[in-house]
Antibody, heavy 122, light 110 residues
Framework: QVQLQQSGPGLVKPSQTLSLTCAIS??????????WNWIRQSPSRGLEWLGRTLYSSEWFNEYAVSVKSRITISSDTSKNQFSLQLNSVTPEDTAVYYCARGYYDGSAVDYWGQGTLVTVSS | QSVLTQPPSASGTPGQTVTLSCSGG????????VNWYQHLPGTAPKLLIHSTNQRPSGVPDRFSGSKSGTSASLAISGLQSDDESIYYCAARDDSLSGLVFGGGTKLTVL
């Protein structure tokens, strides 16, 4: 059974960096059959896919156009986890952030983390 | 604003069949499989349908998915009060190189 456990602060100041980590159990971050995604949900924007990382001989990332200039998704194979960094946050980045395992072809996500409410406020 | 378009609300009575719609384009639904998620506030979304019409293990056969051209549908038969939730459609978009979601349909069981 795949389980994803998120960690990270729930409050970030405007212009600072949002950082979240997702620890994986029951699968491997370097699996060649899965990709590791970050998705957020807010009342104004609904569900919004932010990006993913996957391993295929080397690491490969895809990012949503809306955040491409501000986002980095990275992995730590020694800890079997992956992380999200979102720079220069504004109150519009306030949302519940989810990590999720996805299909390798990018067509869906199946297992989700518990979600982390991140509020951007001074 | 969302790439995929869903009606914001739908309703039905217990036992009824309701069908939720999702409209997209040639770069997503038109060429890619569709997924449906059930989302209760305060919980993680749950995958209901993947690959357009496949149910993950544990999802009742009351839920079924289909698509035609650039539109997709989720049918829920034998509607139950527990089905009251927000339903999102999603598909990979080849032009945007990422997963795109609909805005969600809030289903009310009257």
């Amino acid at each position: 059974q795949v389980q994803l456990q998120q960690s990270g602060p729930g409050l970030v100041k405007p212009s600072q960096t949002l950082s979240l980590t997702c620890a994986i159990s029951g699968d491997s971050v370097s699996s060649n059959r899965a990709a590791w995604n970050w998705i957020r949900q807010s009342p104004s924007r609904g569900l919004e896919w932010l990006g993913r990382t996957l391993y295929s001989s080397e690491w490969f990332n895809e990012y949503a156009v809306s955040v491409k200039s501000r986002i980095t998704i990275s992995s730590d194979t020694s800890k079997n986890q992956f992380s999200l960094q979102l720079n220069s946050v504004t109150p519009e980045d306030t949302a519940v952030y989810y990590c999720a395992r996805g299909y390798y072809d990018g067509s869906a996500v199946d297992y989700w983390g518990q979600g982390t409410l991140v509020t951007v406020s001074s | 604003q969302s790439v995929l378009t869903q009606p914001p609300s739908a309703s039905g009575t217990p036992g009824q069949t309701v069908t939720l719609s999702c409209s997209g384009g040639g770069s997503n639904i038109g060429r890619r499989p569709v997924n449906w998620y059930q989302h209760l506030p305060g919980t993680a979304p749950k995958l209901l349908i993947h690959s357009t019409n496949q149910r993950p293990s544990g999802v009742p056969d009351r839920f079924s998915g289909s698509k035609s051209g650039t539109s997709a549908s989720l049918a829920i038969s034998g509607l139950q009060s527990d089905d009251e939730s927000i339903y999102y459609c999603a598909a990979r978009d080849d032009s945007l190189s990422g997963l795109v979601f609909g805005g969600g349909t809030k289903l009310t069981v009257l």
